[in-house]
């Protein structure tokens, strides 16, 4: 059983940063596609970031700003938010795809395992 365990989350102001982590419990963690969404109240999720061990990628509105990372030994995935806005705020949700291919990382539908998800909130 895949879990995801998120942490990092929490309430900042408009311009600072915030560093999401995603641990997760994995036998191969490079056989994985891990991915960030968020989704807003009344939104659709939307596509923030991902990394497999061949790429990553980024959604339009998060692109300069965030950064993603993985600590393969430790089997964690990392967001850093920086210049966050109020638009950023949502809940975050990690995700992991063991089935991954050459353009799949935006599609939360092609995700299989879940995180419970973790709020931020960026106020102006």
């Known amino acids: 059983q895949v879990q995801l365990q998120e942490g990092g989350g929490g309430s900042v102001q408009a311009g600072g940063s915030l560093r999401l982590s995603c641990a997760a419990s994995v036998r191969s963690f490079n056989s994985y596609q891990m991915g960030w969404f968020r989704q807003a109240p009344g939104k659709e999720r939307e596509f923030v970031a991902s990394a497999s061990w061949q790429s990553k990628y980024y959604g339009d509105s998060v692109k300069g700003r965030f950064t993603i990372s993985r600590d393969v030994p430790i089997k964690t995935v990392y967001l850093q938010m920086n210049s966050l806005k109020p638009e950023d705020t949502a809940l975050y949700y990690c995700?992991?795809?063991?089935?991954?291919?050459?353009?799949?990382?935006?599609?939360?539908?092609?995700?299989?395992?879940w995180g419970q998800g973790i709020q931020v909130t960026v106020s102006s």
């Open positions: 995700a992991a795809d063991p089935n991954y291919f050459s353009g799949s990382h935006y599609d939360p539908s092609l995700y299989e395992y």
